[in-house]
């Protein structure tokens, strides 16, 4: 492709990051990255709007802004793209991350992400403040890092808003592009239900389920269980609460700044109404539901 391209555009030129470690790329030059991951750069002189239109179809931009790929980085991209085999021995999770815009550069954040790991870590950025952490945990790593630690401690370091979605850890998996790009989906869909800084895979499974139903079933969803309280936010707050709180009056009570037995009250006065008691795990797990359901009947 590249022979092709040469022959199009004469000021052409591939960015070698071995060659060229202490020089960063040019604005006057728009980048891509092909699919062997390799950086092109065409004089932005030569380009039309339609030749741009026409390389986006098939190459990637690459933002000027963001960190040159690390050889870890780029042999990472390799493996996602289905070029290069995982070893054996190691396991990994994906970690998607999503920073309020303009709060910080992307070379600041790399920075300070490699240095909570004891060692550095691969950081494939999507934009400007979306990306993906590699974590490789290999039989002599040590237990896995709280990622809500590491928001606490960027958030106050760097006086920045962030969200971590924390994928599973996987073994050598056969469809790495498969779960990469899935993940990537199913982040923008937990953030989309949740309010959390830091979201599991785990904690996201119900978010994808409500996702995939249709709003005409959100709505009867929301009219069956909740009843005469699906428009009663205080309600409901105290019963999302509830849940968040794993079914604990005292610290349900305490963080509401609420008596035990006004807590009590509400959750009896729900039981009453609709028949559900939340006190019980399969039916807090329905309301769970519901509540997700209801936050979003109408898109």
Known sequence: M????????????????NQHKNNKLTNNYQWFISDDNEIIGIDKNELTDKDLL???????PRNVS?????????????????????????????????????QIDPASFSEAVHELFSKSVPILWISEHVGVIIEE????TEEAI??????????????????FFVGPFLENPVKIKQHYT??????????????KSVVTYVDAIPYILVDQTNTEFRHEISNVILREFVSDDELLYTIKTFLHCNLNI???AKELYMHRNSLQYRLDKFHEKTGIDVRQFNEAMT??????????KDE
């Open 2 to 17: 590249l022979k092709h391209l040469q022959k199009v555009f004469s000021s052409i030129i591939v960015y070698d990051e």
């Open 54 to 60: 026409l390389l986006s179809a098939f190459l990637s």
């Open 66 to 102: 963001l960190p040159t790929l690390t050889e870890k980085e780029h042999r990472w991209g390799k493996i996602i793209a289905g070029e290069k085999e995982l070893e054996s021995d190691i396991t990994f999770r994906f970690v998607y991350f999503s920073i309020k815009k303009n």
């Open 137 to 140: 945990k290999t039989p002599q």
């Open 146 to 163: 709280s990622y809500e630690q590491i928001i606490d401690v960027l958030m106050s370091d760097l006086y920045v808003k962030l969200n």
């Open 182 to 195: 899935s993940l990537i989906e199913t982040a923008k869909q937990a953030f989309f239900y949740s309010d």
């Open 250 to 252: 005292s610290v349900t």
């Open 287 to 296: 309301v769970y539901i519901a509540l997700l359901a209801n936050m979003h």
